[in-house]
């Protein structure tokens, strides 16, 4: 079992920056690629950006490219996504997750099987 804790969600004024954290309990942290998505009232949850268990590989979705980053530190079980000249069309809440090395899509929802409980962006204009 794994589990998924999200910080670093808050308000910020368009244009500035957050970091937000994603830490793993349990000691298999590098056995999973890992996942951002957000979800914004009244819309599907979508995704933001993965990367690979080793962090050699990143997907980005188009809205995020040049914008987010995301990246890795297996040695403290924590994903980070850098999200920079945020817009008020980011406000969502953000979720992290983990998916299994199973060939699946980075890009699909239904390819993760551990999901944290999210934590709320709110990007003013």
């Known amino acids: 079992q794994v589990q998924l804790v999200e910080s670093g969600g808050g308000l910020v004024q368009a244009g500035g920056s957050l970091r937000l954290s994603c830490t793993s309990s349990g000691r298999t942290f590098s056995s999973y690629a890992m996942g951002w998505f957000r979800q914004a009232p009244g819309k599907e949850r979508e995704f933001v950006a993965a990367i690979s268990w080793s962090g050699s590989s990143t997907y980005y979705a188009d809205f995020d490219k040049g914008r987010f980053t995301i990246s890795r530190d297996n040695a403290k079980n924590t994903v980070y996504l850098q999200m920079n000249s945020l817009k008020p069309a980011d406000t969502a809440v953000y979720y992290c997750?983990?998916?299994?090395?199973?060939?699946?899509?980075?890009?699909?929802?239904?390819?993760?099987?551990?999901w944290g409980q999210g934590t709320q962006v709110t990007v003013s204009s």
């Open positions: 997750a983990a998916k299994s090395l199973d060939g699946s899509s980075y890009y699909s929802t239904q390819s993760y099987d551990y």
